[in-house]
């Protein structure tokens, strides 16, 4: 299993960021994938999470409206669309994915992670 992130850097306060992660090595059609973030001295949460299929999402409640999930499962690709970037959303954000196919937002569940993005919000 192979999680390869990408697109992260630093924008000033309201701008917008699109991260990618590249997936090979499993059937990336049949897992359950998600977004975390970890912030300096804080625990790993849960950002945003997508079943097998895209069909079913779920963001957390502090970037829900901002930012998006999607996947393109021809390309073997998740993304994470943000927009409304604020400076609380600096963190480090890692790609993950779980055997369960219909998704989850708990961080247990999640397997296979990648080195993660940083990203800086910051004018």
């Known amino acids: 299993v192979q999680l390869v992130e990408s697109g992260g850097g630093l924008v000033q306060p309201g701008g917008s960021l699109r991260l990618s992660c590249a997936a090979s090595?499993?059937?990336?059609?049949?897992?359950?994938m998600g977004w975390f973030r970890q912030a300096p001295g804080k625990e790993r949460e849960f950002v945003a999470a997508i079943n097998f299929s895209g069909g079913s999402k779920a963001h957390a409640d502090s970037v829900r409206g901002r930012f998006t999930i999607s996947r393109d499962n021809a390309k073997n690709t998740l993304y994470l669309q943000m927009n409304g970037l604020k400076p609380e959303d600096t963190a480090v954000y890692y790609c993950?994915?779980?055997?369960?196919?219909?998704?989850?937002?708990?961080?247990?569940?999640?397997?296979?992670w990648g080195q993660g993005t940083q990203v800086t919000v910051s004018s």
């Open positions: 090595g499993f059937p990336f059609s049949a897992y359950g």
């Open positions: 993950a994915a779980t055997r369960l196919s219909k998704g989850s937002k708990n961080i247990l569940d999640f397997g296979s």
